[in-house]
């Protein structure tokens, strides 16, 4: 069973707040990502990381950014929130060898008004 | 162009009756498929991975095959709590500079409903 965690699980905040997504994982996973999920969609990459310090964009240009100084935190940030913003974004982490595969949290459904 | 086609979108079935989701890729290198259930409001749950053409996992009610072109996934005998959103990933030979590999590919998804 994974042991991945999001917080929070719902947001809704105003246009121009900061906002900063948690993610932690329990497994000692090497590999974290964020994605994208709106309904009817595929998921999309935003931003991955392969340890600590590294961070990488993804597919999908976003205006969000991440850090990575722990192994098992992998936060997101949005400085100024906007209704473009509103989504599912779901954290998902996997062990380093390559073709293992990811597991996600619960994800965090984030409405910006 | 690197692709994964998800159908039927979705599927609606009796308790009991078995059928099949397909997942079909046009990719440059398969290193790996993967399925994934998702529920409302969760993130997805890893299911199985397949490597190789002519390989099978099974699962309780849910068995997962792969040949060169697409895979499936049957469902025998579904229940009530089977309903939920399967997800297809491909992972590709696709290497960044730092000899990482992180591309995968998903479908759409296959919407299940099992009614009693």
């Known amino acids: 069973e994974a042991d991945i965690y999001q917080t929070p699980r719902y947001l809704v905040i105003g246009t121009g707040k900061k906002i900063t997504l948690e993610c932690s994982q329990t497994m000692g996973h090497d590999k974290m990502y964020w994605y994208q999920q709106d309904p009817g969609m595929e998921l999309h990459l935003i931003h991955y990381?392969?340890?600590?310090?590294?961070?990488e964009k993804g597919d999908l240009s976003s205006e969000s950014t991440v850090s990575r100084i722990r192994t098992e935190h992998f936060p997101l940030t949005l400085e100024s929130a906007r209704p473009s913003h509103t989504s599912q974004y779901l954290c998902?982490?996997?062990?380093?060898?390559?073709?293992?595969?990811?597991?996600f949290g619960d994800g965090t459904r984030l409405s910006i008004l | 162009e690197d692709q994964v086609t998800q159908s039927p979108e979705a599927l609606r079935l009796q308790e009991g009756e078995s059928s099949s989701l397909n997942c079909s890729y046009t990719v440059s290198g398969l290193r790996g498929l993967f399925w994934y259930r998702q529920d409302p409001g969760k993130g997805p749950e890893f299911l199985f991975t397949?490597?190789?053409?002519?390989e099978e996992k099974e699962k309780e009610r849910l068995k997962a095959t792969l040949t060169k072109k697409e895979s499936f996934l049957h469902i025998t005998a579904p229940k009530p709590e089977d309903s939920a959103t399967y997800l297809c990933?491909?992972?590709?030979?696709?290497?960044?500079?730092?000899?990482?590999?992180?591309?995968?590919?998903w479908g759409l998804g296959t919407s299940l409903a099992v009614n009693p």
């Open positions: 998902a982490s996997s062990d380093f060898s390559s073709n293992q595969p990811q597991h």
């Open positions: 990933a491909v992972q590709l030979y696709n290497f960044d500079n730092a000899g990482n590999n992180r591309k995968l590919i």
């Open positions: 990381s392969y340890g600590v310090n590294s961070t």
């Open positions: 397949l490597y190789s053409a002519g």
